[in-house]
Nanobody
Framework: EVQLVQSGGGLVQAGGSLRLSCAASGFTFDDYAIGWFRQVPGKAREGVSCMHTSDGSTYYTDSVKGRFTISSDNAKNTVYLQMNSLKPEETAVYYC???????????????????WGQGTRVTVSS
């Protein structure tokens, strides 16, 4: 059974940093897309960053480029999202997601994924 367990998040002041972790079990990190999404109430889930574990390629939504970094530790089956220079408008619940490559959707699209973490709240105070 595929499981994704998230940790990290919390409260940080604007301009601060946080690191989110997503520990995966039930599959190995071969040929998977791993994504990070965020959602605020009343809005659609937004793809923030993703990576292909097969070749390590990474992708970011424009608003986080240069500030967020996605990385993986394949030995630990864990993916991280390092978030720097956080902004108050980035307050949201953040989710990690995983699925095999080849869904037909780009890895920043939530329809690319069937497996989701439990979500973790990130609050950025002004």
């Amino acid at each position: 059974e595929v499981q994704l367990v998230q940790s990290g998040g919390g409260l940080v002041q604007a301009g601060g940093s946080l690191r989110l972790s997503c520990a995966a079990s039930g599959f190995t990190f071969d040929d998977y897309a791993i994504g990070w999404f965020r959602q605020v109430p009343g809005k659609a889930r937004e793809g923030v960053s993703c990576m292909h574990t097969s070749d390590g390629s990474t992708y970011y939504t424009d608003s986080v480029k240069g500030r967020f970094t996605i990385s993986s530790d394949n030995a630990k089956n864990t993916v991280y999202l390092q978030m720097n220079s956080l902004k108050p408008e980035e307050t949201a619940v953040y989710y990690c997601a995983a699925d095999l490559l080849g869904s037909g959707y780009g890895c920043l699209h939530d329809l690319a994924y069937n497996y989701w973490g439990q979500g973790t709240r990130v609050t950025v105070s002004s």
